[in-house]
Structure formats: structure tokens, C-alpha cells
Nanobody, 126 residues
Framework: EVQLQASGGGLVQVGGSLRLACAISGFTFDDYTIGWFRQAPGKEREGVSCISGSDDSKYYAEFVKGRFTVTSDNYKNIVYLQMNNLKPEDTAVYYC???????????????????YGKGTLVTVSS
């Protein structure tokens, strides 16, 4: 059974940093793709970042480029999202998701995936 659990959210001031973690179980990250999404109150869910275990490709949405970094610990089967220089508009529930297709890639950007975990709330105060 595929399970994804995001953690690491919290309350931070503008300009601060947080590191989110996505713990993966039920499959090995090496062959698949993990995406980070977020949903702010009253808004639709949007893609933030993507990392592929099969070809090491990465993708960042324009609004997080230069501030967020996605990495993986393949041994622990965890994907991280380092978020720096946080802004109030980054406030949202953040989710990690997985693509069920072996060999998937982020070269084409982020896309809707097959499995979504429970989110973690990030609140940036001004």
C-alpha cells in the first residue's frame, strides 16, 4: 500500500525557513516521481516542485524558484522540500504526491499524480 506522510510545517515569520519531509512507504523512490503541491485557503491546489528518482530531474514553479529546493534521501526513502525566504503568500497546506508510473520524470514540469498524502500546514506571518 502506497503511503505518503508530509511533516515539518509550522508557523514562521517572513523571511524564515522550514524544511518539509515526505516519508514514503509502499514503494521505493528510486524509480518514481514525487511532487509537492500546496493549497491556500479559498484557492485551488497548485504544483510547487517535483523530483524524479528515475532520472534525477527537478522542477520548480516560478513563484518558488530560487527559494525552495527539493532533495531526496534514497536510503531513507524521504523527499525534502527546503523552503527559504518565506513569504506570506506561501501560507498553505503542503502535500506530497507520487506518480505510480515507473520511470516517470519531471522534465515536463509538475502534473497531477496518483497518490496524495495528508498535508502539513505552513503559516508565514508578517
Amino acid at each position: 500500500e502506497v503511503q505518503l506522510q508530509a511533516s515539518g510545517g509550522g508557523l514562521v515569520q517572513v523571511g524564515g525557513s522550514l524544511r518539509l519531509a515526505c516519508a514514503i512507504s509502499g514503494f521505493t523512490f528510486d524509480d518514481y516521481t514525487i511532487g509537492w503541491f500546496r493549497q491556500a485557503p479559498g484557492k485551488e491546489r497548485e504544483g510547487v516542485s517535483c523530483i524524479s528518482g528515475s532520472d534525477d530531474s527537478k522542477y520548480y514553479a516560478e513563484f518558488v524558484k530560487g527559494r525552495f529546493t527539493v532533495t531526496s534521501d534514497n536510503y531513507k526513502n524521504i523527499v525534502y522540500l527546503q523552503m527559504n525566504n518565506l513569504k506570506p503568500e506561501d501560507t498553505a497546506v503542503y502535500y506530497c504526491a507520487a506518480d505510480a508510473l515507473r520511470g516517470s520524470t519531471c522534465l515536463g514540469g509538475i502534473y497531477q499524480m496518483d497518490y496524495y498524502g495528508k498535508g502539513t500546514l505552513v503559516t508565514v506571518s508578517s
